[in-house]
């Protein structure tokens, strides 16, 4: 019997237990420690650009204390991708605003620039203009930030940048993560690296980091006794699990490398089957950390849908998933507004997620090929 392939799962790299036992013996064993310090400094150190990082519980956590310290409140509008993780959204109604969702654009399956003006002016014109962007380097692919950066300054709204499955990616150079005036990491368990559960805010300068810190720790002011002047969060990473992220980034650049080798097979494996596009950086601007691979199924052409190839992965035990449903689509969102075509809408209907984990062996790599073969 084959054990199960997945689609992304936890790879450890050796040293993390070293991190956790150092955590054990001086007893940090709390929401803040060393190991906290340190992987905010490894993290800072691997992005560049003097960013200030705040390790938090999640990334979701992230994206909610970006909204508060931009000050999005109540009955605001935050514009946002609407092909991602319901994780993007969710924390744009927990400070009581409205999403309003954007589509994509076909190269890079993130934010469309255009999409993007066009709903600021028309919700500007109809007397509300937005209180931010939240863009997302979807599966690791990098957004055209040059042309998100342009139209969030030409209307002076800040950006949120959703990095969340995009630590390692970069656009012309830059890492993904330092682009937005904050910028959110996820450590879930399915991402590139984990720490089993965690998220970090990225901040440009110390103030915000600061307020993060802040906000995550209960608000506490700066006394004696427990005095509060603002509403407070339990939001801060714990030092255990920092401890895992500090191993984690030892081996960081191999999960990048394992990933893009991922890719690659999945490039020559579809190389010669006609309706099935792997999903690839449009251009030498765009380096993804290729978190997971996917593929968008022409069923006319391939003679297969997308639906075909996941259910036959799934009778050998190998887990694979369509793209994210897009968030103006999701019965909970069903009033939100939404500008743009049907692009995200066409990328869930016929795209694939295909397993990706670091931890992919040859033999899961020759099982997976084998189920393709078999279809196409
Ligand atoms: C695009 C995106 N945004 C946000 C999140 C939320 O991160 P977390 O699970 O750490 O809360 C995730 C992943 O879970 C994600 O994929």
Redesign the pocket.
Known sequence: MNSKIWLSSPHMGGNELKYIHEAFDQNWVAPLGPNVDGFEKDLARFLGENVNVAALS????A?HLALIILGVKQDDEVLCQSF??S??ANPITYVGAKPVFIDSEPDTWNMCPEALEEAIKDRTAKGKKPKAIIV?H?YGMPAKMDEIMAVSEKYGIPVIE?A??ALGSAYKGQKCGTFGDLS?L???G??IITTS???ALVCRNLEHKNKAVFLSTQARDNAPHYQHSEIGYNYRMSNISAGIGRGQMEVLNDRIAARRKNHEFYTELFRNIEGVTVFTEPGADFYSNHWLSAVIIDPVTAGFTREDLRLKFLEDDIESRPLWKPMHLQPVFADAPYYGKKVAEELFENGLCLPSGSNLTDEDRERIGRVVESLA
């Open positions: 999640a990334g979701t956590a994206l991602t993780f994780a993007s997302v979807l959703d969340a499955e959110v996820s450590f879930n399915n991402k559960g965690g998220g």
